[in-house]
Nanobody
Framework: QDHLVESGGGLVQSGGSLRLSCAAS????????MSWYRQAPGKQRELVAS???????NYADSVEGRFTISRDNAKNTAYLQMDTLRPEDTAVYYCHLWSYAKGTAYWGQGTQVTVSS
């Protein structure tokens, strides 16, 4: 069954770095748009970054210049490198995959990122 598995969250001090990983199963990764969303307590889920199958990237203004999204097609894995983290980056981060081939979206289970001041 197709699914996404996230890893890499944790607790870090302000100014620190973390890297999130999102591994996709099966054939759904090929050509898919990979995105990272986050949801802080009491707030709506928001788009953080996305990368197309061809490698085009987009970022939310709040993370531009600090976060980098990438993908390794050989490993069916997407990454979110988060640098210069701030307390306001604290949230549950979710990986999202849109498969054009299947016309279906998939969500990861979520991983907690906590940035202490």
């Amino acid at each position: 069954q197709d699914h996404l598995v996230e890893s890499g969250g944790g607790l870090v001090q302000s100014g620190g770095s973390l890297r999130l990983s999102c591994a996709a199963s099966g054939s759904i990764f090929t050509g898919a748009v990979m995105s990272w969303y986050r949801q802080a307590p009491g707030k709506q889920r928001e788009l953080v970054a996305s990368i197309s199958g061809g490698g085009t990237t987009n970022y939310a203004d709040s993370v531009e210049g600090r976060f980098t999204i990438s993908r390794d097609n050989a490993k069916n894995t997407a990454y979110l490198q988060m640098d210069t983290l701030r307390p306001e980056d604290t949230a549950v981060y979710y990986c999202h995959l849109w498969s054009y081939a299947k016309g279906t979206a998939y969500w990861g289970q979520g991983t907690q990122v906590t940035v202490s001041s």
